[in-house]
């Protein structure tokens, strides 16, 4: 068998990180795409570099960028993937419509970008190519959603995903490219970035049982989400790649909750029970036991079209794949909150030392 290498953009992510571990485990050689920022920001994977064994000699950082069609021509030639994980973007929904422009050229273009690299270089037959698709792409489309329901997106971010998408297929059919899109349902865990609604909730939570935060601001409590676990997800990524001829694969747990639920566990985990009171912009979240208020909503983190409910139906990825999630919402939730809690005491000891 012929060695695998895998290149990944969007490696310094939260599924980037937990892709290339994997990887790693089963033999890989990894190169990841970080870009240039002023401050370090490759937290997620400095313990694949510190790791004693051989996997240390088998990562490699590269910089790179999206927007910058050169650099990943070049990147390709150099590194020869067999799989390129396409996981770099501008993720962040309600971002988006502060950056709609930067978003489409990251997003939608950089995929095009990469694909074209593929071509130019002549790689077609040999590299497979994943695109990290989203259960965004389904907007408004009424649950559950499938392959084969309907794409209406509700933001610049899933607009230029949608492009990214079609791009991929349109690659696939046009030059027999071997190019899959992962259709993703949200997937978190303890290294969620922080503006997300479940770890802005999980480390919310932890700063709250040490005394250092008073409450937290919310925006749609009613959203509801198919959430399951970021490490389940990333096997069902290689898993597509591995199949025998390209094709496209809702990941999901086929389970939704809303995000009053995910503050309900989460506070339970810390054994505080919210009572709710009010509606709309006045509704509260409000500690049971002491009747101090530790959820307001916010109209800042309203979005200007919201996409009310996700559920996905992951039946074709359990048929073709044999791909199934194994931690469920309760799990998640606990991981996330108990990884919290170990943080902020981390953080308040380190602040102590210094003190
Ligand atoms: P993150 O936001 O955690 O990571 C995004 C990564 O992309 C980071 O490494 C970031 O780098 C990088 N990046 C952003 N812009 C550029 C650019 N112009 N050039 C190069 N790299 C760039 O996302 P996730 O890990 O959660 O998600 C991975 C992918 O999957 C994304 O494409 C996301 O849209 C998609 N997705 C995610 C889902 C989820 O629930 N997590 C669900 C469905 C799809 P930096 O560290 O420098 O910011
Ligand atoms: P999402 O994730 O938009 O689904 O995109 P996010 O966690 O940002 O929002 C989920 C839902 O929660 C509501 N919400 C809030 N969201 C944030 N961020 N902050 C808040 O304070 C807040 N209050 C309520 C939102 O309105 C929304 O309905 C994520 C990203 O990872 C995408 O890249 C990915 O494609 C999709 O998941 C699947």
Redesign the pocket.
Known sequence: MSKKVALITGITGQDGAYLAEFLLGKGYTVHGVKRRSSSFNSARVDHLYADPHETATRFHMHYGDMTDATNLIRLIQETRPSEIYNLA?Q????VSFETPEYTANADGLGTLRLLEAIRILKMERDVRFYQAS???LYGSSPPPQSESTAFEPCSP?AAA?LYAYWITVNYREAYGMYASNGI???HEGPTRGE????R?ISRAVAAIKYGLQDKI?????D?K?DWGHARDYIEGMWQILQHDKPDDFVLATGEAHS?REFVDLAFAEIGMKIRWEGSDEAEKGIDAASGKVLVEVDPR???PT??EY?LGDPAKARRVLGWKHRIGFPELVRDMVRSDLAVVAEEQNRKNRHD
Not at 91 to 94: G, R, Y
């Open positions: 973007a993720s962040h929904v309600q989203t259960s965004e971010y995903k993703l349902f949200n503006t997300f609604v479940t802005k601001y919310l925006g749609n409590l959203a989400r995000v983190y309203y979005r919201e996409v996700l």
